[in-house]
T-cell receptor, first 112, second 114 residues
Framework: DTAVSQTPKYLVTQMGNDKSIKCEQN?????MYWYKQDSKKFLKIMFS???????INETVPNRFSPKSPDKAHLNLHINSLELGDSAVYFC???????????FGPGTRLTVL | GQQLNQSPQSMFIQEGEDVSMNCTSS?????WLWYKQDPGEGPVLLIA?????ELTSNGRLTAQFGTTRKDSFLNISASIPSDVGIYFC??????????????FGQGTILTVHP
């Protein structure tokens, strides 16, 4: 029943490791996004994919690589994790009209 | 980059009181959205606004798209304890890509005392 789901919910890892976060939406939306929410709760977009094609790529280190195997999935792979990567990462999806976004429950990443 | 100023940053109110919060932008938006985020959850869409001057209600919530297209307001009437959370405004720029790039405000943390 969950519209936008993410796994895992929590991720604790050591600096330098590589990790992935998965996102799936069952809303039939064409566009998916990754956001980062910092400790001050500020939400900032990282990437956007439309029909598996990269549309928005904000100024994000190239250690972050999104991958969209199909339009219902958008995974986020992070290489060489750093302390500053600790945050909550949210996946979202939308259909162009109406252009509103629906968010997943978030993945809290802690880098030690 | 684009800035959205959301105020107040936090509010402490008594149950039953009305609440108002607003967002202002230095540039024009063609869509304003209001979200609520509960602890440990993702933001949930409350109200979407698409036209300047539009006034839309969702239960006890009412939001308005400012006539200048540079601001938006959210009012919550007769607050209840479950209104607690962080409220975010978000705007989508006029023109440019239609793929939904949103800019978020800093959030308003609402605490409701029973």
């Amino acid at each position: 029943d969950t519209a936008v789901s993410q796994t895992p919910k929590y991720l604790v890892t050591q600096m330098g490791n590589d990790k992935s976060i998965k996102c799936e939406q069952n809303l039939g939306h064409d566009t998916m996004y990754w956001y980062k929410q910092d400790s001050k709760k500020f939400l900032k977009i990282m990437f956007s994919y439309n029909n598996k094609e990269l549309i928005i790529n904000e100024t994000v280190p190239n250690r972050f690589s999104p991958k969209s195997p199909d339009k219902a999935h958008l995974n986020l792979h992070i290489n060489s994790l750093e302390l500053g990567d600790s945050a909550v990462y949210f996946c979202a999806s939308s259909q162009e009209a109406p252009d509103t976004q629906y968010f997943g429950p978030g993945t809290r990443l802690t880098v030690l | 980059g684009q800035q959205l100023n959301q105020s107040p940053q936090s509010m402490f109110i008594q149950e039953g009181e009305d609440v108002s919060m607003n967002c202002t932008s230095s540039s024009i938006f063609n869509t304003w959205l209001w979200y609520k985020q509960d602890p440990g959850e993702g933001p949930v869409l409350l109200i979407a606004l698409y036209k300047a001057g539009e006034l839309t209600s969702n239960g006890r919530l009412t939001a308005q798209f400012g006539t200048t297209r540079k601001d938006s307001f959210l009012n919550i009437s007769a607050s209840i304890p479950s209104d607690v959370g962080i409220y975010f405004c978000a705007g989508k720029h006029a023109g440019g890509t239609s793929y939904g790039k949103l800019t978020f405000g800093q959030g308003t943390i609402l605490t409701v005392h029973p």
